[in-house]
């Protein structure tokens, strides 16, 4: 600032070596608020007083009108700077506060994943020791006594698949989802998911139904993929859509062969889902307000999404016409030379 000062007043008042102040000015703004203003203050009284000082009365109106300028320009670059210097701070403010949340965030999801691990020992247990019940092993057992064993049974069994759905999730998220991939029959699978929950669709009085396309003849739809993860994806939609049915509704599951993909829809002819929640069908533990949503834990589906990702394929929902929602999936055609060949399940790591 002293190289500008000795410029200033060693030159006639027309030179105006003003501007260069606004490098002193710049960064004192970096340091405080009061440096900023003293910075700027200065600049500005020295870029006038040249004026008048040393040549006194040499001043012509347009060397005054510029000077002016320069008063306004050093003016403004003191508030700019001092602008700067505040939001930087609340950038700086923000960034910890989000470092933060993300610190408490992954605490939160170690202990749920934890406590979630733990909570299995003891179910599991409980499962074992209705088995023995039911088992007879500790006296005969009532038909009454037998059916409050069978239902204890479905519950522990359902909160045992929850927590697994749970641990999953979490897992999936951190490491990563390792696949078993091996030519698989996304038919098959379709058709022992739906034996799978005939007793559950039989007790909402839901009808399971197929269609295998234009030509209704049952075919192979053959993908690489995980079976045992590409069956849960099965089982999680149709009790999506068997939980969101009404009783004498009906569920059809579509298969379909295209060019280069093998597509399967899971349309039911429920309420269907309001236009501003399609976006968030995936997410995860999102549950939404309608009544499609009312059940579950939200984990279904991402955990669903999750799968047919790590695949390489999609996953989506939409409305159906007249009414009903429908949820599908495609999936990449298996090359036929590894249907020829039906290699051996390989290892495949994806996020």
Same mark, same amino acid.
């Given at each position: 600032?002293?190289?500008?000062?000795?410029?200033?007043?060693?030159?006639?008042?027309?030179?105006?070596?003003?501007?260069?102040?606004?490098?002193?000015?710049?960064?004192?703004?970096?340091?405080?608020?009061?440096?900023?203003?003293?910075?700027?203050?200065?600049?500005?009284?020295?870029?006038?007083?040249?004026?008048?000082?040393?040549?006194?009365?040499?001043?012509?109106?347009?060397?005054?009108?510029?000077?002016?300028?320069?008063? !306004?320009?050093?003016?403004?670059?003191?508030?700019?700077?001092?602008?700067?210097?505040?939001?930087?701070?609340?950038?700086?403010?923000?960034?910890?506060?989000?470092?933060?949340?993300?610190?408490?965030?992954?605490?939160?999801?170690?202990?749920?994943?934890?406590?979630?691990?733990?909570?299995?020992?003891?179910?599991?247990?409980?499962?074992?020791?209705?088995?023995?019940?039911?088992?007879?092993?500790?006296?005969?057992? !009532?038909?009454?006594?037998d059916q409050v064993i069978n239902t204890m049974a479905r519950s522990h069994q359902t909160s045992l698949q929850l927590l697994?759905?749970?641990?999953?999730?979490?897992?999936?998220?951190?490491?990563? !989802?390792?696949?078993?991939?091996?030519?698989?029959?996304?038919?098959?699978?379709?058709?022992?998911?739906?034996?799978?929950?005939?007793?559950?669709?039989?007790?909402?009085?839901?009808?399971?139904?197929?269609?295998?396309?234009?030509?209704?003849?049952?075919?192979?739809?053959?993908? !690489?993929?995980?079976?045992?993860?590409?069956?849960?994806?099965?089982?999680?939609?149709?009790?999506?859509?068997?939980?969101?049915?009404?009783?004498?509704?009906?569920?059809?599951?579509?298969?379909?062969?295209?060019?280069?993909?093998?597509?399967?829809?899971?349309?039911?002819?429920?309420?269907?889902?309001?236009?501003?929640?399609?976006?968030?069908?995936?997410?995860?533990?999102?549950?939404?307000?309608?009544?499609?949503?009312?059940?579950?834990?939200?984990?279904?589906?991402?955990?669903?999404?999750?799968?047919?990702?790590?695949?390489?394929?999609?996953?989506?929902?939409?409305?159906?016409?007249?009414?009903?929602?429908?949820?599908?999936?495609?999936?990449?055609?298996?090359?036929?030379?590894?249907?020829?060949?039906?290699?051996?399940?390989?290892?495949?790591?994806?996020?």
């Amino acid at each position: 600032m002293a190289f500008i000062f000795v410029l200033e007043f060693s030159t006639p008042p027309e030179f105006i070596f003003g501007y260069c102040y606004t490098a002193p000015i710049l960064f004192a703004s970096a340091r405080s608020r009061r440096r900023t203003a003293q910075f700027t203050i200065v600049a500005i009284a020295l870029t006038l007083l040249n004026l008048w000082t040393p040549n006194l009365g040499q001043s012509t109106l347009a060397t005054v009108a510029n000077r002016s300028l320069t008063a !306004m320009a050093l003016l403004v670059t003191g508030w700019l700077g001092d602008r700067n210097r505040f939001y930087q701070a609340k950038i700086i403010q923000q960034q910890k506060q989000i470092e933060a949340n993300q610190a408490l965030m992954r605490l939160r999801e170690d202990f749920t994943f934890t406590l979630t691990h733990d909570l299995k020992t003891p179910l599991l247990g409980a499962i074992e020791t209705l088995k023995a019940f039911r088992a007879e092993r500790f006296g005969p057992v !009532m038909p009454a006594q037998d059916q409050v064993i069978n239902t204890m049974a479905r519950s522990h069994q359902t909160s045992l698949q929850l927590l697994d759905t749970l641990l999953d999730v979490y897992r999936n998220d951190a490491e990563g !989802m390792c696949l078993n991939l091996a030519p698989v029959d996304l038919t098959e699978l379709a058709e022992e998911a739906a034996r799978t929950l005939l007793d559950l669709a039989a007790s909402r009085r839901v009808h399971l139904s197929f269609d295998y396309g234009e030509a209704h003849i049952r075919r192979s739809l053959w993908v !690489m993929g995980d079976r045992l993860q590409l069956q849960r994806v099965f089982i999680n939609l149709l009790v999506n859509g068997i939980n969101h049915s009404n009783r004498g509704d009906r569920i059809k599951i579509q298969l379909q062969s295209q060019a280069a993909h093998q597509v399967v829809k899971i349309l039911d002819t429920g309420s269907g889902i309001p236009p501003d929640e399609l976006s968030h069908l995936f997410e995860r533990f999102y549950q939404g307000q309608s009544n499609r949503q009312s059940k579950g834990t939200g984990l279904g589906l991402y955990l669903s999404r999750q799968i047919i990702t790590a695949h390489g394929g999609t996953i989506w929902a939409e409305n159906s016409a007249p009414r009903g929602a429908l949820f599908g999936f495609k999936l990449a055609i298996a090359p036929a030379s590894e249907l020829r060949h039906d290699p051996k399940p390989t290892q495949n790591s994806s996020s």
